[in-house]
């Protein structure tokens, strides 16, 4: 279950809001730490309709983790909170063994990663945030098996390690950030990383990387990649490593070839059937002269009328003409849950890639 609806649940009016005021960094160790003074809790009980706030604090992580929360499963969210730390050692964010969270509006930079959602996780919202300056990841989630994990409409850059980090992430969505690495390292700097996950969608995201690859999936399945705009100059803009049952369309590649890769050939789909078509690609050469599901019909029909071939097993059959904008389709949990059941059915999964990931 999402949270979203519930961001904005008793936000006072724009002139009666709090202002940002200096805490000690904060932890809340089980349900019952929600209700320590130093908790910086300013209201709520932690039911779904009345969530615990945390909210309007401006807390330096220099000597400890900005705000750590362990083993909770009420409902609360951090929202309008600044935290940064001179150091870079210590995290913005720990949640850890944490359900139910809502982290909305908050500003984190030059700590050691950004947001860390470790162990067994579920139902963690992250929107409209700003992550920067971290020394490893912008975001991540590692040490266990997350679910239901929904991250939008952030801007993550600048990190020293990749800027959206997920591992053993199932039921996600990662909808409409601006993510960019870190263009002074030399490699291993992604925007986007997915390993071991299941079941999600990446959608109007806008994902530049320099020395690495903009989108790397290794050993996960069933994921719907579309309406992205892809840009590297060293690296794929998507790479999949031992995947299946990925549908890839309607993205905008615009970095140097190559622009993708994908080992498992025939297990993933990088078109969607006419005329919604596949991929805009930067350096594709076919003219368009042609229409429908053949491409042996007259007029123009905003698709190349020969394959963008990736390799001899992996082509997208419907290159787009144009570049499209960028933005995103349903999430997962609606709209996409039958495409997703019958990808689920079509592709089979492969085996598991050795590559260094993150």
Request: aromatic letters at 8%; a negative charge.
């Amino acid at each position: 279950m999402y949270l979203q609806s519930q961001k904005d649940s008793h936000v006072p009016p724009i002139h009666a809001r709090i202002s940002m005021t200096p805490h000690d960094p904060i932890t809340i160790v089980g349900n019952a730490g929600f209700l320590e003074s130093s908790s910086g809790v300013r209201s709520g009980n932690g039911d779904p309709t009345d969530p615990y706030i945390i909210s309007d604090w401006e807390i330096n992580a220099t000597n400890n983790i900005g705000i750590y929360i362990f083993g909770t499963d009420v409902y609360f969210i951090i929202r309008n909170v600044t935290i940064n730390s001179s150091a870079q050692n210590n995290d913005g964010i720990l949640l850890d063994v944490v359900s139910n969270a809502i982290i909305h509006n908050v500003t984190i930079s030059d700590c050691d990663t950004g947001i860390a959602i470790t162990r067994v996780s579920s139902s963690i919202e992250i929107d409209e945030s700003s992550i920067s300056n971290s020394s490893d990841h912008g975001i991540v989630t590692q040490y266990g098996a997350a679910s239901y994990v929904n991250i939008t409409k952030n801007t993550i850059y600048a990190n020293g390690g990749t800027g959206i980090a997920l591992g053993s992430t199932s039921h996600f969505n990662v909808v409409s950030n601006n993510v960019s690495t870190n263009d002074t390292s030399s490699g291993g700097r992604r925007a986007v990383t997915l390993i071991d996950g299941a079941n999600g969608v990446v959608t109007g995201n806008n994902l530049t990387a320099i020395y690495d690859e903009a989108l790397y999936c290794s050993n996960s399945q069933n994921v719907i990649v579309a309406t992205n705009r892809f840009s590297s100059v060293w690296g794929y803009g998507v790479s999949l490593t031992s995947c299946s049952g990925f549908l890839v369309y309607r993205n905008n590649f615009m970095g140097v070839p190559p622009q993708a890769f994908d080992n498992a050939g025939p297990e993933n789909e990088w078109n969607s059937s006419y005329p919604t078509g596949g991929n805009f690609w930067i350096d594709y050469t076919g003219i368009d002269e042609k229409s429908g599901p053949d491409q042996d019909q007259s007029g123009k029909d905003g698709i190349g009328d020969t394959d963008y071939v990736i390799d001899s097993n992996t082509i997208d059959h419907y290159p787009l003409n144009m570049s499209g904008p960028v933005e995103p389709i349903p999430e997962f949990p609606t709209l996409l849950l039958p495409m997703i059941s019958v990808l689920a059915l079509l592709f089979a999964i492969v085996r598991r890639s050795h590559r260094k990931e993150f």
